[in-house]
């Protein structure tokens, strides 16, 4: 057998007992992680704390749009300001 055959062969058998290992480990993981409850007054709490961090995460953004713009605004108005100081010294010189 050649040895690149062998090679090939042994990473066949490498990937096949990986796939067996995740096969077996999967379910477990994924048990967990999910729970699904048989009393679905269960999920209340579950809803309204997703709720609260939902629109705290909606407002925060919403705040830090605000905030950029009010940044950007004071940039161009400070972009304006230093672009006409530096004009009219220039003007004055050509007259």
Same mark, same amino acid.
Do not use: C, H
């Given at each position: 057998?050649?040895?690149a055959e062998?090679s090939r ?5 490498? /990937?096949q ?5 995740f096969?077996?480990i999967?379910?477990?993981?994924l048990? &967990? !992680?999910?729970? !699904?409850?048989? #009393?679905?007054?269960?999920?209340i709490?579950?809803?309204i704390?997703f709720?609260?961090? !939902? ?5 925060t953004?919403?705040l /830090?749009?605000? /905030? ?11 972009e304006?300001? &230093?672009l006409?100081?530096? #004009?009219?010294p ?6």
């Amino acid at each position: 057998m050649p040895a690149a055959e062998s090679s090939r062969l042994g990473q066949k058998r490498k /990937i096949q007992a990986g796939k067996v290992v995740f096969e077996m480990i999967w379910p477990s993981v994924l048990n &967990l !992680f999910l729970y !699904f409850p048989e #009393d679905k007054r269960e999920y209340i709490p579950a809803a309204i704390s997703f709720a609260v961090f !939902f629109l705290l995460a909606v407002f925060t953004m919403r705040l /830090i749009i605000v /905030i950029s713009r009010k940044q950007e605004n004071e940039a161009k108005r400070f972009e304006r300001e &230093l672009l006409g100081k530096k #004009d009219e010294p220039e003007r004055t010189k050509d007259v």
